[in-house]
């Protein structure tokens, strides 16, 4: 998939802090604000979602209007909420975009909801590989079989790749 940027605009303070709130809200912290803060933000309008730079890094996204990281700010954050852990076997696999499986989850957040978008971690070093969607709860995610997240964003995809 290729990403087409229609428009870019700097981000007025006042959503700045509703972005940054909403993201606190999601992640239970306030390293967020620290985090971003005296951040210059940019709004990227494509075609499949919104994009967020932060000092010109692709750090958020907006798949469903709401902000949530990329995995370049996954990997700038270290969230320690919404994250799913995969073994070493199932890292090669999504970072090429696959969904990811049940068998190769070590561990997951239990207050992730089927919906919610999580970041996948490698179990290793925690480093962010992709950002998905849930289809079961989190406490549902391991086990024998079948798929549980479906791939939204990985690494060396078009948004890694959009600046």
Same mark, same amino acid.
């Given at each position: 998939?290729?990403?087409h940027i229609r428009?870019?605009h700097?981000?007025?303070?006042?959503?700045?802090?509703?972005?940054?709130k909403e993201?606190?809200?999601?992640?239970?912290?306030s390293?967020?604000d620290a985090k971003?803060?005296?951040?210059r933000?940019?709004?990227l309008k494509?075609?499949?979602?919104?994009i967020?730079?932060v000092?010109?890094?692709p750090?958020l996204?907006?798949?469903d209007?709401?902000p949530?990281l990329?995995?370049?700010? !996954?990997?700038?954050?270290?969230?320690e909420r919404?994250? *799913?852990v *995969?073994?070493a076997?199932?890292t090669r696999?999504? *970072?090429n975009?696959?969904? *990811?499986?049940?068998?190769?989850?070590?561990?997951?957040?239990p207050d992730?909801? !089927?919906?919610n978008?999580v970041? +996948?971690?490698?179990?290793?070093?925690?480093k !962010?590989?992709a950002?998905?969607? !849930?289809?079961?709860p989190?406490d549902?995610?391991?086990g024998?079989s079948?798929?549980?997240?479906k791939s939204v964003?990985? +690494?060396g995809d078009a948004?890694?790749?959009?600046i």
């Amino acid at each position: 998939m290729e990403i087409h940027i229609r428009s870019r605009h700097h981000i007025r303070s006042n959503n700045v802090k509703k972005i940054l709130k909403e993201l606190e809200k999601i992640f239970g912290t306030s390293d967020i604000d620290a985090k971003f803060k005296g951040k210059r933000f940019e709004l990227l309008k494509t075609g499949p979602y919104d994009i967020i730079l932060v000092d010109g890094e692709p750090l958020l996204f907006m798949p469903d209007g709401e902000p949530f990281l990329t995995v370049k700010g !996954a990997l700038s954050i270290k969230p320690e909420r919404r994250v *799913v852990v *995969v073994d070493a076997g199932a890292t090669r696999f999504v *970072v090429n975009g696959a969904d *990811v499986m049940r068998p190769g989850i070590v561990q997951a957040d239990p207050d992730i909801e !089927a919906g919610n978008l999580v970041i +996948v971690v490698e179990e290793l070093h925690k480093k !962010a590989l992709a950002i998905g969607r !849930a289809l079961v709860p989190g406490d549902d995610m391991m086990g024998r079989s079948g798929k549980v997240v479906k791939s939204v964003h990985y +690494v060396g995809d078009a948004l890694w790749k959009i600046i």
